[in-house]
């Protein structure tokens, strides 16, 4: 098993930026791919970004490209999303969850998933 811990939430101005870790347990760490989400209340869990085991590979949802970078670190088992440039449509619940397999954007492709960090924008 793995366990995921979201962490770096809090509120932020527009144009400003946050950086949320997403810490594993567990020596598998280093062999899995992350993924990102965020949910808004009323709304589904939608993708965000993704990041293989080794970080040779990177995807994002199209309205966060050239704002938000994943990166990890697997010596520290930890996972990032560098989130700059932030908008009032950023605001959600982000959570980060390890993938197991099928389309990368998609909830039903990972099968742990963290508790969530509230990041909220305000202009």
């Known amino acids: 098993q793995v366990q995921l811990v979201e962490s770096g939430g809090g509120s932020v101005q527009v144009g400003g930026s946050l950086r949320l870790s997403c810490a594993a347990s567990?020596?598998?760490?280093?062999?899995?791919?992350v993924g990102w989400f965020r949910q808004t209340p009323g709304k589904g869990r939608e993708f965000v970004g993704f990041i293989d085991w080794n970080g040779g590979r990177t995807e994002y949802r199209d309205s966060v490209k050239g704002r938000f970078t994943i990166s990890r670190d697997n010596a520290e088992n930890t996972a990032y999303l560098q989130m700059n440039s932030l908008k009032p449509e950023d605001t959600a619940a982000y959570y980060c969850?390890?993938?197991?397999?099928?389309?990368?954007?998609?909830?039903?492709?990972?099968?742990?998933w963290g508790q969530g960090t509230q990041v909220t924008v305000s202009s």
């Open positions: 969850a390890a993938y197991r397999s099928g389309v990368i954007y998609s909830i039903s492709s990972y099968n742990y």
């Open positions: 567990g020596r598998t760490f280093r062999r899995l791919d």
